[in-house]
Structure formats: C-alpha cells, structure tokens
C-alpha cells in the first residue's frame, strides 16, 4: 500500500519567516495530493491541494509542489503569522479507477509555532 | 446546509460493548470516509465508499463494518470495542474521490 512519510515534525519560525513542510509518497498511483490544517480540537480543514498533471499551486501566502519523478511535494507559507500556528497534514490518494482509488494515506503532521 | 455532522460527540464504552457512529451529509457527495486519529498521529482510513452501496476497506478496517444504503449516511459500526479503539474518529465526504473531504466534527470515543 501507499506510505507518506512528512517532514519535520516540529518547526518553530519568527512572525514574518517561511515555513516549508515536505512529504514523500511510495505508489505511482497517487495522483491527488492535498493539504489540511488542524487547530488544537478542531476538525481538519484543506488548505491546498494539488493533482499530479500540476507541478505548483499559489494561493496567496500558501503554495505547493510536486515533483511526480521524486514522489515527493511540499507546501510552502510565506510571512507567516501567529494565526498559522497549527498541526499541518499532508495526503496522498489515488483517484483513478485503480486498486488505489479512493485510499487515502495521511503523513503524521507537523506541528508548526510561529513565534510573535 | 449543515454540512457533516456526527453524533455522539463523545462516547465512553466498556470492553465488549458494541455501538454505532453516525455520520451524515446534506451536499450530495458521493464519497464518504472514515479516519480515526490518535494522539500525536496523522489519520488513517478505516473504511470509505465511492457511491451508495459501495464500500472498501482502508488501513486499518479490523474491528469496525460500514454500510452506505443511501447517499447521505455512512454509520461506522464498532463490533466489540477494545481498549485499542480508544481515539478520535473523523467522518468526511467529497463531491468525488480526489475532490476537497469536508471533515465532521469528530466523536471522542474512550474504551475502557
């Protein structure tokens, strides 16, 4: 099956420093690579994804890459505030109509402080 | 619309009890998924479904069985809790599979 390994586990940042957390993935077949957030108590909530026929996305102080051949993406905050304190989690799943369609496989988070 | 919701919020249960988490959505997704996830650790699938009576096994399905008759609900049933099981279970759906998952509050469940 798919394993995603995330990296670091911790990262601790100045208000105003960038922030990159990366990801590995072990299938080929993953071809849909979202980002979630989590607050201490709060569900998860997507903060970018990406598909596999992309290589990076922007959304405003937030981006991500992908490179397919290493198998590896990462997700990148720019000026970060004290409000982006929380536990970031990536995943990997595959969307075509394959053994893997429909699996998710989720890193084990990285728990980013950003420091005022 | 209210989204997913799931109930109970929290549940405490002695070994050998069984019981049922709910979960339900009101945006017609057609992919629906259960995560459990335990402290200091990301989540891992348990069980999903790509369509109303489609069901699949993820990661780690030992102990729990799912049913999808409609398109709404998707209740996560636990067999006989062990103390194992102890954890917070997430529901999610997503207009598709490879589509944003919409998480549910989450129910923390204590076997004891």
């Known amino acids: 099956g798919e394993n995603v390994e995330q990296h670091p586990s911790t990262l601790s940042v100045q208000e105003g420093d960038s922030a990159v957390i990366k990801c590995t993935y072990s299938d080929s077949a993953s071809n849909y690579f979202p980002w979630y957030k989590q607050e201490l108590g709060k569900r998860p909530q997507l903060i970018i994804d990406?598909?596999?026929?992309?290589g990076e996305k922007k959304d405003q102080r937030i981006a991500v890459t992908l490179n397919k051949t290493a198998k590896h993406f990462s997700l990148h905050i720019t000026e970060t505030q004290p409000e982006d304190s929380a536990v970031y989690f990536c995943a990997a799943i595959g969307v075509s109509y394959n053994t893997n369609a429909g699996k998710s496989t989720f890193g084990d988070g990285t728990t980013l402080t950003v420091k005022p | 619309n209210a989204g997913v919701t799931q109930t109970p919020k929290f549940q405490v249960l002695k070994t050998g009890q069984s019981m049922t988490l709910q979960c339900a959505q009101d945006?017609?997704?057609?992919?629906m998924s259960w995560y459990r996830q335990d402290p200091g650790m990301g989540l891992r699938l348990i069980h999903y479904?790509?369509?109303?009576?489609?069901?699949d096994q993820g990661e780690v399905p030992n102990g729990y069985n799912v049913s999808r008759s409609t398109t709404e609900d998707f209740p996560l049933r636990l067999l006989s809790a062990a103390p194992s099981q102890t954890s917070v279970y997430f529901c999610?759906?997503?207009?598709?599979?490879?589509?944003?998952?919409?998480f549910g509050p989450g129910t923390r469940l204590t076997v004891t």
């Open positions: 945006m017609n997704h057609e992919y």
């Open positions: 999610a759906s997503s207009y598709s599979v490879g589509n944003e998952q919409y």
């Open positions: 479904s790509v369509g109303a009576g489609i069901t």
């Open positions: 990406i598909r596999s026929n992309v």
